[in-house]
């Protein structure tokens, strides 16, 4: 089957954030309220602010301040038409955010600020924080009011992959593309080691067989850097309302030189992004592997967990010191690959769904899913150049998730 991602039950809800907030009932918690205000947290009074980013900013919005609905003010009218003024400050934000509006009489608006995220200011962080919201409202004619909200900001590689509040099941497992970033620096020092494998790197792969050629220099790049795979449990919250899972940044991948098989799967297809290979991640209950197409829609499968696997050589050699270990370690991932894909692949339907899903990269960036790279290291809203292989498919459903309690390894 060409590796799609899976179309989701009409129960599970598997669209782009901004739809999903704007267009269907998701998990929050009234934070706040009066009479006439209130303040809503979504999901469940957490702040993800890789929702945020993995979007660009709307041109335009139903409702006023151009934000998907993470944080959202409800405010109220009486008998006079009022001008609104709304600001929020915490922790973590660039700049603060501000909407304003015209209220008329009688009428509710919602005001769904956008979140201006300080990247650096979430990359250092190494556990979800507690700290402030402070929401300022100013409505002409009105005393100003001013409410502290407790939240909890999670770090950048904090995932949320599935909500689970009563019967309603979201799937956001597409956020997982957005931690395939072609654009991060580490990608291009990869693309430079994998030149001197294969001296025809920077040609375009026109056939299956230079598609594999490039496939394999990526992944001796990996192996003489000393990438290793690292077994370990991701999972940072397993329900019963939340599920999210670490997935490390390609920077720190690179620099510990150890990787899950989340972890490598992201990094591969990140690489594969950039030259033009369309990849996809498979997600299977508590694995992930990668995967690309080539020439003709023909799928290989890569397992991760073969990465940098020391050779049974007796003179102890490593892959990373002979290139015919790495082809050797590359061919035995391909197989592995392949083998536990005749082993899963009847399971990519609804009836399994969503424990099994392909995140096809192509179709997240179809759908609006960016990298995090694109809005740059200074929270900045330059979008990253378009990559080859990643054309729009407006008839493809939208990435999906997995809602696995055991989470990747």
């Known amino acids: 089957m060409p590796p799609l991602a899976t179309r989701s039950p009409m129960h599970r809800k598997s669209l782009p954030l901004a739809a999903l907030l704007l267009g269907v009932a998701f998990s929050f918690r009234l934070i706040a309220a009066a009479p006439d205000w ?21 041109k335009s919005a139903p409702e006023p301040g151009g934000g998907n609905g993470l944080v ?6 009486d008998g006079a038409r009022r001008h609104l003024r709304l600001e929020i400050t915490t922790p973590g934000l660039r700049e603060p955010a501000i909407v304003e509006a015209e209220l008329e009489r009688g009428k509710t608006l919602e005001l769904r600020p956008r979140l201006d995220w300080d990247i650096p200011y979430l990359r250092a962080l190494k556990a979800p924080t507690h700290q402030v919201l402070r929401i300022t409202l100013e409505r002409s004619g009105v005393a100003t009011e001013v409410r502290d909200v407790d939240v909890r900001v999670h770090p950048l590689d904090d995932a949320l992959y599935y909500v689970r509040e009563g019967k309603d099941r979201i799937d956001l497992g597409w956020v997982f593309a957005a931690y395939v970033n072609p654009e991060d620096p580490i990608v291009e020092e990869i693309v430079a080691t994998a030149r001197e494998f294969d001296a025809d790197f920077d040609q375009p792969a026109d056939s299956a067989e230079a598609t594999l050629r490039k496939a394999h220099a990526v992944w001796a790049a990996l192996t003489r850097h000393g990438l290793r795979y690292a077994a370990g449990d991701p999972a940072l919250s397993r329900g019963p309302v939340l599920y999210s899972q670490r997935v490390r940044l390609l920077a720190d991948v690179w620099k510990e030189r150890r990787a899950n098989c989340l972890d490598g799967s992201v990094l591969i297809a990140s690489v594969l992004e950039r030259i033009g290979i369309p990849a996809f991640i498979v997600l299977v209950p508590g694995h992930a592997f990668v995967g690309y197409r080539s020439e003709g829609e023909q799928m290989e499968l890569l397992e991760t967990t073969v990465l940098g696997a020391r050779t049974d050589a007796e003179d102890g050699r490593s892959p990373a010191a002979d ?18 894909w005749r082993r899963v692949s009847a399971r990519f339907d609804r009836r399994h769904a ?45 990435a999906a998730g997995s809602s696995r309690k055991s989470s990747s390894q």
């Not at 959202?72 to 009218?77: L, P, S, T």
């Not at 082809?327 to 536990?340: D, P, T």
């Not at 179709?363 to 292989?389: F, K, M, N, Q, V």
């Open 38 to 58: 209130s303040v809503e947290i979504t999901p469940d009074g957490e702040l993800f602010p890789v929702l945020d980013l993995s979007q660009m900013p709307p």
């Open 72 to 77: 959202m003010v409800r405010v109220g009218g």
């Open 323 to 340: 290139d015919a270990a790495i082809a050797a370690n590359f061919e035995a991932a391909r197989s592995a690959g392949r083998a536990r």
């Open 354 to 398: 969503p424990d099994y899903a392909l995140i096809d990269i192509g179709i997240a960036r179809s759908y609006g899913i960016i990298p995090l790279g694109a809005h740059g290291e200074d929270g900045g809203e330059e979008r990253a150049s378009p990559t080859a292989g990643a054309s729009p498919a407006a008839d493809a459903a939208p």
